[in-house]
Structures are given as C-alpha cells and as structure tokens.
C-alpha cells in the first residue's frame, strides 16, 4: 500500500513540474517563433520599401517608370512591380496586363499604405495568376508603388524561424525533464517516508487515546459490578427487593460493556480498512423503515415521530448493518439528549453518483463551541446524563467512520428555530 501511494504522489508531483516546465518554455518559443518571423518579415518588407520609395520618387518627379524599372537593380530577381492611382485603380503590372486587373483598394497591404504610409501582406494569392505572393506597398502624394515576391523554398526559407534555437531549448527542457524525473522521485521517497512516519505517529497516538478511554469508560461499569456482586456473595441479609435492584444493576452495567466493546469493535474494523466489512445492494428507504418501525414501539415518554420527506427509492451499494448505525446512532442521539419531539429525514440530493441526506431534531441543541467536538470519540455534551442514558460515547463517531466508508462526508450545524442539522453524503458505489 506505501510504495503504491510513494508512486502515485511521485507520478503526480512530476506530471505537475513536467507540464508546468513544458507549458513556460512552448509558450517561450512559440513566442520567440512569432517574434522571429515576425522580424523577418520586416526586415523583407523594409528591403522592398527602399525600393518602392526609390520608384515613388522617381515616377513622381516625372521620370519614366518604365525606364527606372529596367535601369536600376531589382532586390530581387522575380520582383512583381505594380504602381496604382490613390484609387486603387492599376495603371501598370510588370507581369500582367494592367486594364486585366480590377481595383485594389481594399487589398490589405494597400488599406495599411493608404493609412499609415505602407504596408505589408505575408502569404496571399494573388487573384489574376493564382500564386501566392508576400506584398509590400508604399503610398506617395498621387501614385502607390507595389511589389510582390511569389512565394518559393528561398522566400519560405529566408522567411522561417531559426530552428536551431528551438531545438536547442527543447533539447534543454527535455533534459531538464529527465533531471526533474528523478529528482521528484527521490523528493517523493522522502515525502512519503515523512508521512509514513507522521501518520504511524498518529495512529499510534490514536490507538493510546482510545486505549486510554476505553480504560476510564470501564472503570464506572466494572466497579459498580464488583459492587454488587461483593454485596451479593458477603453474606449480608437482604431483602429479596433489594437482592433484585443488585442483580438488575449488574445486568445494565453488563449490558453497558458489551456496547462499548461492540462499538469500539465496530470502529477498529472501519478503521483498518474495512477489507472484512462486505457490501450488498442496500434500500436507504427500507432502513428509514425500520428505525420508524423500531421508534413506534418505544415508551411513549422516550418516542419521537419520524417525518420523511423521500421522494424516491435510494439504492447504494454498501453495508446494511452500517448504514442501519448511521440512522439508528443519530436517532438514539436525538432521542437522549435533544429533548425534542420530532425528528426529519429529508432527500437533499439524489444522482447517479451521490445521494445527499439530512437529519434534523427540534430538541435544545447544543452550544456553538461544542459543535466541532461532537464527532470525537467518548465526547459528551452531559457526562452526566450521557452515562445515565447507557451511551458509550462513541455513537457519533460510529457515524462519522460509517458515512466516510461509503466515501461520504458529513457536517453538523444547529438547525434554524431550534436542534441539531446532520448532512451527510454516501457514494452509490466506492
């Protein structure tokens, strides 16, 4: 069990560092791509834009722009050069025929020029030959200079990110992966080593706790026996009333102990596992049944009435005996020591996964600090009465570790107008 809980903290203590490392340094190239690309396309577009401010002068001071084109060097081989009115509309196409070519004013490039003095486009196709082209355009007073590069494995490759960068930092954080593997296992051996020790600590510190009031809890029922039965076997004259008061008093100091240790064994099985608890398929409704079978035929000074509000059969699977103690325990609470008449048990929620219950009395309720503690066990509210009533003081506890073994929780609060308010939960299937 220790080497399977060391592995799963391990696994996930490294998936968390593994995909956080992972997440930074693939948003840090992505980045860094962009960024390069990015820069590269401006270091192009700034190539073609010397160019095209060199036409634009030309043609507006009046020379010939055909003239300039075939006289001066070109920054590129297959430079596409295209000059426009301020319209839009194109007046000359070293590639095409320029009345073929519709307006481009709305080209991308063109929009950028027109608004801020020039423009670039990366990857379009072009309309009139179906290539693709990356665009740069400049705006002068009465005449927008174009040019175009088609798209090759030379553009593609002056274009693309430094992949020697990437690499060399996804090398890094792949070694950096495998560093990080064995350090968290290491890390992990040693967390779990701790824990293993605190939680052995803790157990061990629980078992003292509960050995040491288990003894103080027989002292009272021992000693009262040991009482009576001294009395019984002294040799004393008794009347035959008060021989039965003895033997009466030991039967329910008796009766007393066999609780306790039932309970404390009921507890020590949850506890350890509950490999030898079984599970079957259990009807909620039919063990509310029960308990309110059960309550109808107590004395009427002790009995509560039992309201349900089940809209629904509530099927678990779980143990019978258990979730029988968890009504059987806060109905027995309520009746000792609420001091109420009535007790609710209502459906809060019900799914394929979960149901959700809540328990309510009417009684006095107990004050705000006591509340934390009523789940601890050999916890009482009246000692006094506590014992008096015959509880063993484990009642809530058994409540507690009964809801958790159907992988629930449960909570207490005071109930508005008066009582106590138990909701809890139980898993249809753990």
């Not at 930074?24 to 960024?35: E, N, S």
């Not at 030309?58 to 060097?73: F, L, P, R, T």
């Not at 174009?146 to 690499?167: E, V």
Request: charged share 25%; net charge negative; proline share 2%.
């Amino acid at each position: 069990m220790a080497s399977a809980i060391s592995l799963s903290f391990h696994k996930q203590l490294f998936l968390q560092l593994i995909f956080f490392s992972w997440a930074i340094v693939l948003c840090f190239i992505g980045f860094q791509y962009l960024r390069e690309k990015e820069y590269k396309s401006e270091f192009l577009d700034a190539q073609l834009q010397q160019y095209n401010r060199h036409l634009l002068v030309a043609v507006e001071d009046g020379e010939s722009y055909e003239e300039y084109i075939a006289s001066h060097e070109k920054p590129f081989d297959d430079l596409r050069i295209t000059l426009m009115t301020i319209q839009g509309a194109v007046v000359y196409d070293n590639t095409i025929e320029a009345n073929s070519l519709d307006n481009h004013v709305k080209r991308p490039e063109i929009k950028d020029a027109l608004e801020n003095g020039s423009g670039y486009h990366i990857g379009r196709q072009s309309a009139s030959d179906g290539r693709e082209y990356f665009y740069s355009a400049t705006c002068g007073e009465r005449v927008i200079v174009r040019t175009a590069i088609p798209y090759s494995s030379t553009l593609n490759d002056l274009l693309s990110a430094d992949w020697s960068f990437l690499i060399t930092m996804i090398s890094i954080t792949l070694a950096m992966s495998v560093v990080a593997y064995f350090t968290t296992r290491k890390l992990g051996k040693d967390i779990e080593r701790v824990n293993r020790y605190e939680a052995e600590r803790e157990k061990n510190r629980l078992k003292r706790q509960l050995t040491n009031n288990i003894n103080h809890e027989l002292k009272t029922p021992v000693a009262s026996i040991q009482v009576c039965l001294e009395t019984l076997l002294s040799g004393i004259t008794l009347s035959e009333e008060k021989r039965q008061e003895l033997i009466e008093r030991c039967y329910t100091q008796n009766e007393r102990l066999r609780r306790l240790l039932n309970d404390v064994s009921l507890i020590t099985r949850m506890e350890d596992g509950g490999a030898f608890i079984s599970r079957e398929r259990v009807a909620i409704n039919e063990i509310i049944d029960e308990v309110a079978g059960e309550l109808d035929i107590m004395p009427e000074e002790e009995r509560m009435m039992l309201h349900t509000d089940f809209s629904e059969e509530i099927i678990i699977d779980g143990n019978p005996s258990l979730i029988g103690s968890i009504f059987r325990n806060l109905t027995e609470n309520s009746i000792a020591y609420s001091e109420g008449k009535n007790i609710y048990i209502s459906l809060l929620e019900n799914n394929e996964r979960v149901c959700r219950i809540r328990f309510e009395d009417d009684g006095k309720g107990v004050k705000d600090e006591q509340l934390p503690h009523l789940f601890e066990r050999f916890y009482r509210v009246d000692k006094g009465r506590s014992r008096q009533k015959g509880g063993t003081g484990l009642g809530l506890a058994i409540v507690k570790h009964a809801v958790q073994f159907h992988g629930g929780n449960i909570t207490v609060t005071k109930r508005p107008g008066g009582g106590l308010r138990f909701d809890f939960s139980l898993k249809k299937q753990v």
